[in-house]
């Protein structure tokens, strides 16, 4: 339960986490799909005693997050969990719900460390908001009381604290870029914007070229890499930290390439679990990386956009674009239900001479704000590719490298920090709490 990057408030009858001081000085901004990271390949088997906190176990169960996870549902409470066990091995995890009073479920609780196997750990669900009985859970070795109400964030994100370390680097976030449509500058969003990203934020960025045989990445970057990501994605299993090393093209201080071959002598399969498995050894490296997607519908790029913490689609404003983009929503609304929606960038925009579909019509359709319009600017954007070179390291100033900074902020939930110590009324309450730490 207890995390050292967090502090906990224990007053005399709630019980409460907040946001780490350093996230919050650093113009972190928690988000839903933040607060819980994806769980490695355990067993899970939940005792529930009312219908609707069964199914809200369910649906979390069909969550990206909990993927490698296998999950059972088991109805009767505390009581059915202490029978079972009589006769069962315990799992990596039970998770129990109970609306016994206090003597009760201790004294239950203590029936059911009678058989459980050393390891197992123990999550239970209560009805009553009592620090009294949160404390005799720890005592025993529960590792998490939540109270009902309970979300299915709020029980994914109680596992997640359990199994991922909080003392090691944790999971990198993976963000994917595709296009609504080919064409629509998609690849040029999401290199500017990994670039913005890491220097804006002095962390280590990866960008993933999955476009293998017509990927721009090199070329933007104005780079020759040797080797790539296709030399991973061929055999996944063979990909470690090492070799991740070896097929990594520094860019920058903070950016690194993964680039595509851009080959057309062969043929390109690659498989869902491929590439799953090399996307998980670079984010287990890396805080952040950005994958280029092609405008392609195959298995693995669906699995990517499920997977990925956050998706960025980018659309220019026309009839086609409108249509695929609303398509990509839907799936990605219906199938990402504990996730945020997809972010959305207006590419393009205001091109002369172009009849256009207003942006506000276009949002009003697909039913999502855009993040950021670009306005066409051939000149800038034109005279950056020629250059390979990145919008901010030609124009800082320019419209443009300002909107993909703003998209980084935006997609790693952060705020510009210069500007949020100028303005923030909370600035004098952090500096006060630092002092007591």
């Known amino acids: 339960m207890s995390e050292p990057a967090k502090y906990i408030s224990h007053d005399d009858d709630h019980i409460g986490v907040g946001a780490s001081l350093a996230e919050l000085e650093d113009g972190f901004v928690p988000q839903a799909s933040d607060r819980a990271r994806p769980i490695p390949r355990i067993s899970i088997q939940v005792f529930c005693e009312n219908g609707p906190t069964a199914d809200i176990v369910r649906i979390a169960a069909e969550d990206r997050r909990l993927a490698k996870a296998h999950v059972n549902v088991h109805m009767g409470g505390i009581e059915a969990a202490v029978i079972h066990y009589q ?7 039970i998770v129990i719900e109970s609306s016994l009073p206090r003597d009760h ?11 459980c196997d050393p390891g197992t750990k123990v999550i239970v669900i209560g009805h009553v908001n009592d620090i009294t009985l949160y404390r005799e859970l720890l005592k025993r070795g529960v590792s998490e009381y939540l109270v009902e ?35 629509v500058g998609s690849s040029t969003v999401c290199h500017n914007t990994a670039f913005a990203l890491s220097e804006a934020l002095k962390a280590d960025v990866v960008i993933a070229d999955m476009d293998l045989a017509f990927g721009t990445t090199a070329l933007d970057f104005n780079q020759d890499p040797m080797q790539g990501i296709a030399d991973a994605l061929m055999s996944p299993e063979r990909l470690d930290e090492v070799l991740l090393d070896r097929l990594l093209t520094k860019c920058s201080d903070h950016l690194s390439i993964f680039a595509a071959p851009v080959l057309l002598d062969r043929e390109y399969d690659i498989s869902v679990d491929g590439c799953d498995q090399v996307i998980d050894v670079v ?20 699995s990517v956009l499920l997977q990925a913490d956050e998706v960025v689609i980018t659309a220019v404003p026309d009839l086609a674009n409108l249509r695929n983009a609303k398509g990509i929503i839907d799936l990605l609304s219906q199938s990402r239900r504990n996730d945020a929606k997809p972010r959305l960038v207006m ?3 205001n091109m ?17 704000k855009a993040i ?3 306005d066409f ?37 952060r705020r510009d920090v210069q500007a949020s110590k100028k303005t923030s009324g909370f600035a004098p309450l952090l500096e006060k709490l630092k002092l007591k730490l």
Do not use: C
């Not at 309970?150 to 604290?161: G, H, I, K, Q, R």
């Not at 359990?162 to 595709?178: D, L």
């Open 372 to 374: 950021s319009v670009i």
């Open 149 to 183: 109400p309970v979300t299915p964030l709020d029980l994914m994100e109680a596992v997640s604290n359990i199994y991922n370390n909080p003392q090691t680097e944790p999971v990198g976030h993976v963000y994917a870029f595709i296009g609504a449509k080919g064409g």
């Open 283 to 302: 984010r287990q490296n890396v805080p952040y990386v950005a994958v280029d997607l092609p405008h392609a519908w195959t298995g693995w790029v669906k």
């Open 105 to 115: 479920i201790l004294a239950e609780l203590d029936r059911l460390a009678e058989n």
């Open 377 to 413: 600017d051939s000149e800038t954007f034109g005279q950056a590719a020629n250059n390979g070179q990145m919008i901010e390291e030609l124009s800082a100033k320019s419209k443009a490298a300002v909107a993909f900074r703003d998209i980084a902020l935006a997609i790693s939930n």
């Open 347 to 349: 590419n393009m925009t």
């Open 87 to 93: 006769q069962n091995p315990t799992p990596n995890l």
């Open 352 to 368: 002369p001479k172009r009849p256009e579909i207003s942006v506000k019509e276009f949002e009003a359709a697909v039913g999502l």
